[in-house]
């Protein structure tokens, strides 16, 4: 893997026409970056780190050109379980799930093994039992949560894993947890991914306040998640959070307004699940 990693380094840094000069600045001998690009070194973590910032270009752009310009096996798991907005949505889960199944048969990864306990959970409530959790998912969700509430720092993989599990959990302590994400990722506040995570997971607080009658932090939380959504112009939030302030503070004008920008946006499914999230708490007036 050496040589290819060295090799996909050198073609970049002759398509963008830079020199070994610019890149070593002085700073890192030529010689350890030709012996690098050669294949016949390997570099420190430091050093390539350094290497790569002189391209200006990210490791996950690397790491896509050095896959043959596609994500690797592991990273698409992840960029569909992220880009999942829907729990009943049977065939992409069924996707992630056949996924994970081929990359567990080559290695082990938690992570990956969570995600599809985790897509194996929500294909169960959707087809068999949508108004209970199986003891399948109690299980699993208590072995996810033993393992992460352990560790003294929590990162971006594990706020979007707990984000996915939060309605797994009892109401009271799903709550609890998501005011614990929300506190923790603060340390996040400037990195280019925590906005959509956290108005995601304030999106689900509003909908576990709501299940718990606390109307006032569900209405609050959702008015932060609309803010939140409107600044990074994301549509699917934004109906999201009118849908559920609606519901909190009981505005028919609001519940509307996130429907019909459910249907401007040619959203059907999405405007049926939130209709159907309207049902659960408000009587049908509500909706025109």
Known sequence: MKNIIGDVYKQIRINKGISQ???????ISRTTLSRFEN?????????????????????????FILNGYQANSKTAIFDAFFSLHSSLDTKKIKGII?????????????YIES????????????ENAPDSISPFSQQFVEEIWQRLSAQDEWYMIDFRIINYILFLFPTEVAI????????RSRKYQHFRDIDPLNISLKLNMALLCLQQGQHLTAAKVANQAITSAKKIKRYDFLMIGLVRHGIATQSRDQINEGL????????????????????AFLSSDFIS
């Open 21 to 27: 000069q610019d890149i070593c600045q002085n700073k």
């Open 260 to 279: 019909l920008l459910a249907k401007i946006v040619n959203e059907e499914h999405f405007k049926e699940e939130l209709q159907k999230e309207v049902l």
């Open 115 to 126: 995600i599809l306990k985790i897509m194996s959970s929500f294909l169960q409530l959707g």
């Open 176 to 183: 609890q947890i998501g005011n614990e994400v929300l506190k």
């Open 98 to 110: 056949k996924q994970c199944e081929k990359f567990l048969k080559n290695g082990n990864n938690w």
């Open 39 to 63: 294949g016949k070194v390997d570099v420190s973590l430091t050093h390539f780190h350094f290497f790569l910032k002189q391209l200006d270009i990210s490791y996950d752009e690397f790491d």
